[in-house]
């Protein structure tokens, strides 16, 4: 069995970072505002800034300008991953990223979202990734004020054991990292809410 890549450089900066602006939007109440639009933004802003160097990010990309994952039913289609990274910029955004050219694509889904819908998301993340071994794909599950338990064991951990399979069990998924914001650590007080950031990769 191939041993799992390491996460990459951004991950925990960038996902703990995003945690504590969860936590910055609820304090001054305006959490129930915070669309996933605005945190894909926050999101990509901190990417942009612990990327490794010769690393580009771009936001709402075809999936069918990614010419590895642009099989079967995806051609023609105008779904869109919410962030790619890149060893390089598209000249233009009607042109498709050549073959070596993306190295992942994040999709992002937030805590107010239907749990069907988070599913379904995932679910196609990972029949994307399937046509392509060499790309990575990550889904990032931000939670405001709330524990996810789909995703965390009760004391605000990556959930044990970390590979998991959607509810379909037609793909698999580990979750890679968790940050939180939280003002009591869950463990001691199952009440405990605060604010996560997880980080998700399909099948890897």
């Not at 900066?13 to 926050?42: D, F, K, M, T």
């Not at 869109?80 to 073959?99: C, G, K, M, Q």
Request: proline share 4%; with cysteine.
């Amino acid at each position: 069995m191939a041993k799992t890549p390491r996460i990459p450089s951004w991950a925990g900066p960038a996902l703990q970072g995003l945690s504590y602006w969860l936590g910055s939007q609820h304090c001054a109440r305006l959490a129930g505002n915070v669309s996933e639009g605005a945190i894909a933004w926050e999101l990509m802003r901190l990417v942009h800034t612990h990327r490794d160097d010769g690393r580009f990010l771009e936001a709402e990309v075809l999936y069918r300008h990614v010419p590895e994952l642009n099989e079967g039913a995806v051609n023609g289609s105008n779904e869109r991953a919410d962030l790619v990274i890149a060893n390089t910029r598209r000249a233009d955004r009607t042109e498709s990223y050549r073959r070596g050219e993306v190295e992942a694509v994040i999709e992002i889904k937030h805590n107010r979202s239907r749990k069907s819908l988070v599913w379904a998301d995932l679910d196609y993340l990972a029949e994307r990734r399937s046509k392509c071994r060499t790309i990575r794909a990550f889904f990032i599950y931000a939670s405001i004020d709330e524990r996810p338990s789909e995703f965390t064991n009760r004391d605000g951990s990556s959930i044990t054991p970390r590979n998991q399979l959607t509810p379909s069990k037609k793909h698999g998924f580990k979750v890679r990292r968790t940050c939180r914001a939280t003002q009591i650590i869950p463990g001691k007080n199952g009440k405990a809410k605060g604010h996560y950031s997880i980080l998700i990769e399909v099948s890897p």
